[in-house]
């Protein structure tokens, strides 16, 4: 059964006192889980948040007055846990899926547009267009499914041999890029399904994403090789640079004029990149997640907010903001 409730005053004041602070380098801590998030998405423009959580369900959060606007619930079984959400690049629409099913919702009523299930393997990660006329989400089985809920016209991409981890989806629903367990990352267009490029790594890719200008797409692999695409072209604009053998990237995001990418880690950690360089020019970490040990935190989401900050959505139940400082 699907539920829409807001936020009373008591939860404000119980999210408060469960999530204490942690050691971070934020300069403003806010509450959005009150023992830890499962999962959390941030709108481009950094207005909205999205956090899945056991306690909460899924929590919207308005970032702009630091107040909880909708819970959506999508079921009253604890187990059937959101695991993966997006919010669309006009910050019209969310999705939010488990691992069976997903939902679409309206972020300014927050009403919900659609219930649907799927019936074969499970969701690994979804993406959704501006208006919230496309989904695609990507499955265990390695196919990716793009989906027009306007017209109910369904296309299935084939081209991974093995699970999908990640994918991401142009602001006009267009055009995927999906990584897989295969050491490839696929651009490919939604309409036709035919493979626009093939970006080829020496490990599984772990994280996709997507310049919303169609500029650039970033690749990621569990080994040294985290590389930023010429869409013009197909060929690799730059590396990441970093010493680490093994580094994954748990969220990342391009600004708005593409000089610059935000990523987070599993590890706490946030960086921000030069496109043209490949060089990190900012390191930050996120708050520890209460009761953890080790003490840590898996970064879900970035993004470039208002007056020169980025802010975090993490596993520690915190949205953090983060003084952008670049390296002279």
């Given at each position: 059964?699907?539920?829409?409730?807001?936020?009373?005053?008591?939860?404000?004041?119980?999210?408060?006192?469960?999530?204490?602070?942690?050691?971070?380098?934020?300069?403003?801590?806010?509450?959005?889980?009150?023992?830890?998030?499962?999962?959390?998405?941030?709108?481009?423009?950094?207005?909205?948040?999205?956090?899945?959580?056991?306690?909460?369900?899924?929590?919207?959060?308005?970032?702009?007055?630091?107040?909880?606007?909708?819970?959506?619930?999508?079921?009253?079984?604890?187990?059937?846990?959101?695991?993966?959400?997006?919010?669309?690049?006009?910050?019209?629409?969310?999705?939010?899926?488990?691992?069976?099913?997903?939902?679409?919702?309206?972020?300014?009523?927050?009403?919900?547009?659609?219930?649907?299930?799927?019936?074969?393997?499970?969701?690994?990660?979804?993406?959704?267009?501006?208006?919230?006329?496309?989904?695609?989400?990507?499955?265990?089985?390695?196919?990716?499914?793009?989906?027009?809920?306007?017209?109910?016209?369904?296309?299935?991409?084939?081209?991974?041999?093995?699970?999908?981890?990640?994918?991401?989806?142009?602001?006009?629903?267009?055009?995927?890029?999906?990584?897989?367990?295969?050491?490839?990352?696929?651009?490919?267009?939604?309409?036709?399904?035919?493979?626009?490029?093939?970006?080829?790594?020496a490990s599984r890719?772990?994280?996709?994403?997507?310049?919303?200008?169609?500029?650039?797409?970033?690749?990621?692999?569990?080994?040294?090789?985290?590389?930023?695409?010429?869409?013009?072209?197909?060929?690799?604009?730059?590396?990441?640079?970093?010493?680490?053998?093994?580094?994954?990237?748990s969220a990342v995001?391009?600004?708005?004029?593409?000089?610059?990418?935000?990523?987070?880690?599993?590890?706490?950690?946030?960086?921000?990149?030069?496109?043209?360089?490949?060089?990190?020019?900012?390191?930050?970490?996120?708050?520890?997640?209460?009761?953890?040990?080790?003490?840590?935190?898996?970064?879900?989401?970035?993004?470039?907010?208002?007056?020169?900050?980025l802010i975090t959505?993490?596993?520690?139940?915190?949205?953090?903001?983060?003084?952008?400082?670049?390296?002279?």
């Amino acid at each position: 059964m699907l539920i829409i409730r807001t936020l009373l005053l008591t939860s404000l004041i119980s999210l408060t006192i469960a999530c204490q602070p942690h050691h971070s380098d934020a300069t403003k801590q806010v509450p959005h889980a009150a023992t830890g998030a499962y999962d959390a998405a941030i709108s481009s423009d950094g207005r909205y948040s999205i956090v899945s959580s056991v306690e909460h369900g899924v929590a919207v959060w308005d970032n702009q007055v630091n107040g909880l606007k909708f819970q959506w619930y999508l079921s009253e079984d604890e187990q059937n846990m959101v695991v993966a959400l997006d919010i669309s690049a006009d910050s019209y629409a969310a999705v939010t899926a488990t691992r069976e099913e997903f939902a679409v919702w309206d972020l300014e009523s927050g009403e919900n547009l659609g219930f649907y299930k799927i019936n074969q393997s499970h969701i690994r990660d979804i993406a959704i267009s501006n208006k919230g006329r496309y989904v695609m989400y990507g499955r265990a089985d390695g196919v990716a499914v793009h989906i027009d809920l306007t017209t109910g016209r369904r296309i299935e991409f084939l081209g991974h041999q093995e699970k999908i981890n990640a994918v991401a989806l142009s602001p006009n629903g267009f055009y995927a890029l999906t990584g897989g367990n295969d050491y490839s990352a696929y651009l490919w267009d939604t309409r036709t399904g035919q493979v626009v490029y093939r970006f080829n790594h020496a490990s599984r890719v772990t994280q996709v994403a997507l310049d919303p200008q169609a500029r650039f797409a970033f690749t990621a692999g569990s080994k040294k090789q985290a590389s930023i695409w010429d869409l013009t072209t197909g060929a690799q604009h730059s590396n990441l640079q970093y010493i680490a053998r093994q580094k994954i990237f748990s969220a990342v995001r391009f600004s708005d004029d593409a000089k610059w990418l935000a990523t987070g880690s599993p590890s706490r950690e946030l960086a921000m990149w030069n496109i043209d360089t490949g060089e990190r020019v900012l390191d930050y970490q996120v708050a520890a997640r209460a009761n953890s040990q080790p003490k840590s935190a898996v970064v879900f989401a970035v993004a470039f907010a208002e007056n020169n900050q980025l802010i975090t959505e993490s596993s520690s139940g915190l949205s953090e903001y983060f003084e952008i400082k670049r390296k002279q």
